[in-house]
């Protein structure tokens, strides 16, 4: 198994300019989630997915948009960039169960540069 | 609502040398505290949790952190480090909004081990 994979690695976006990140995961987990990383401020929880169709906005919403078309695939969307969404992106995705006590499996991040 | 504090943004240790990476939380709650590893370039992995039981937990390679309710604590520590323990490690709290899993990170710690 691949478990979580994201595509691309890295990028570097002028502002204004929109792009789309994929996240894919092969473990028929329910839950999806898109997550940034800035220095000093841990991981920062963007929009999550508990199934397929379905999306829900997180701590740090504006400026981005999702969709879970299909259940192994959860898309993160920047429309027009700006240079505050210079970040690390990581996805993740877990199963229910006890949904408190899960694990969440990250894939290995998407470095993007807006400038 | 709930918070993380991790103490130590960065810790400096030797090789075989014992650590100890400090994580408080907030919380009025009962709550599930994970701590995740990120090593160089890659995402995030699980290292261990506390959902119940006892409170010391346990990792397969040596670390162990005790959930300690009175303080809100939840510390990491290893008795010797290795070289390869170089990583950053995120503290995190599960909160259960709506049935689903949210977890709440810390700043993140960044363990050096020196030779």
């Known amino acids: 198994n691949a478990g979580v994979t994201q595509t691309p690695k890295f990028r570097v976006l002028k502002t204004g300019q929109s792009m789309t990140l994929l996240c894919a995961q092969d473990?028929?987990?329910?839950?999806m989630y898109w997550y940034r990383q800035d220095p000093g401020m841990g991981l920062r929880l963007i929009h999550y997915s508990v199934g397929e169709g379905t999306t829900a906005k997180g701590e740090v919403p504006d400026g981005y948009n999702v969709s879970r078309l299909k259940k192994q695939n959860f898309l993160l969307g920047l429309e027009s960039a700006a240079p505050s969404q210079t970040s690390v992106y990581f996805c993740?995705?877990?199963?229910?169960?006890?949904?408190?006590?899960?694990?969440?499996?990250f894939g290995p991040g998407t470095r993007l540069t807006v400038l | 609502a709930q918070s993380v504090t991790q103490l130590d943004s960065q810790v400096p240790v030797f090789e075989e040398a014992p650590v100890e990476l400090r994580c408080n939380y907030s919380s009025s709650v009962s709550v599930y505290l994970f701590w995740y590893v990120q090593y160089p370039n890659q995402g995030l992995q699980l290292l261990l949790k506390y959902l119940s039981g006892s409170t010391l937990v346990e990792s397969i390679n040596g670390f162990e952190a005790e959930f300690n309710k009175s303080q809100t604590s939840f510390h990491l520590r290893k008795p010797s480090v290795h070289i390869s323990d170089t990583a950053e490690y995120f503290c995190?709290?599960?909160?259960?909004?709506?049935?689903?899993?949210?977890?709440?990170f810390g700043a993140g710690t960044r363990l050096a081990v020196h030779p």
């Open positions: 995190a709290v599960s909160r259960s909004s709506g049935g689903y899993n949210k977890l709440i």
């Open positions: 993740a995705s877990s199963t229910p169960g006890q949904p408190s006590t899960d694990t969440q499996y």
């Open positions: 473990m028929n987990h329910e839950y």
